[in-house]
């Protein structure tokens, strides 16, 4: 379903705080067919993101470590977006 979402277990450095929450917006824009929610509909939204991204925290770090890293990298750690961009190379 969603296939942009990089898989964030067993990256190295940890998936940071701003890689789970870029994570957690996608899945919502995808499930609700919104990519800039309205005015009315911008608090609903933001509570599914925090939602999503505080299930996924917790899911990451409930999990055993990877034996292998993931395939790709993420949006966030790919060259233009890492510049600037705390704990990343």
Do not use: H, W
């Not at 995808?30 to 009315?40: A, L, Q």
């Not at 993931?70 to 704990?87: D, E, I, K, M, N």
Request: proline share 16%.
């Amino acid at each position: 379903m969603c296939r942009n979402i990089t898989t964030l277990r067993g990256l190295q450095p940890p998936a940071t705080a701003e890689e789970v929450d870029a994570a957690a917006r996608q899945y919502v824009r995808k499930v609700s067919g919104i990519r800039e929610p309205s005015p009315p509909a911008q608090v609903a939204f933001e509570a599914a993101v925090r939602r999503v991204a505080d299930a996924t925290a917790d899911l990451l770090g409930a999990l055993p470590p990877r034996r292998l890293p993931p395939q790709s990298v993420p949006p966030l750690r790919r060259p233009r977006f890492a510049r600037g961009v705390p704990g990343l190379p």
